[in-house]
């Protein structure tokens, strides 16, 4: 017999305020320290993009992404992922990938060829699953634990033949 696997829902991931992503952030990524530990420089930039998927009314997925270049660099092309965070009932859903998905989308749209994050070690996994890679060895970062840092490329139509 066939078997046919569910179409999983494609899930709602839409722009927010950045108010929206600091509350999730804060609860799963720094729950132990000042709600100001949840806002990020750069939050606030015109380009950068914050972005949430909803359930029953309730953040349950967020992401950003900020026009920055990795520290001691000077890359106009580079961008950083933030604050991603899924809460522990949806995780494995699809939900992280759909909104990293849509953050590349938006550094791509505008001349993004570099993305890059600090990764947290349980992290590394998702990040690689879309095609990051991790520069160096373990980066301790007090409170939140070690990470890596993780960078792709990102691809862009038309550019092949290019100089
Ligand atoms: C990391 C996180 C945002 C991923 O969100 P998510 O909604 O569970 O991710 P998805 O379901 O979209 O996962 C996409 C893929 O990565 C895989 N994946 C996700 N997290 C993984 C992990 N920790 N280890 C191994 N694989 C993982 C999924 O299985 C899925 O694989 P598939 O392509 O085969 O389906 C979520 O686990 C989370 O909030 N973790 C705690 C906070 C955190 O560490 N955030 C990252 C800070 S750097």
Same mark, same amino acid.
Do not use: K
């Given at each position: ?17 950045? @108010? ?50 990795? @520290? ?32 590349? @989308? ?58």
């Amino acid at each position: 017999m066939e078997v046919v696997e569910a179409a999983r829902p494609e899930p709602d991931v839409r722009p927010v305020d950045v @108010e929206v992503v600091r509350g999730l952030r804060r609860r799963i990524l720094r729950p132990f320290q000042p709600a100001a530990a949840s806002a990020y420089p750069g939050d606030e930039a015109p380009e950068a993009l914050h972005l949430a998927v909803r359930a029953e009314g309730r953040v349950v997925a967020v992401g950003t992404i900020l026009h920055q270049a990795p @520290e001691g660099e000077d890359d106009p092309a580079a961008w950083r992922i933030r604050g991603m965070a899924t809460v522990p009932v949806a995780r494995g859903g699809g939900l992280g990938r759909a909104v990293l998905d849509r953050l590349l @989308e938006h550094a791509e749209s505008r001349d993004g060829r570099l993305v890059w994050c600090n990764a947290r070690v349980r992290a590394a996994p998702f990040y690689e699953r879309a095609g990051f890679s991790r520069r160096g060895g373990l980066l301790h970062f007090p409170g939140i634990g070690p990470h890596f840092f993780m960078w792709r490329d990102l691809p862009r139509d038309g550019l092949g033949s290019e100089g």
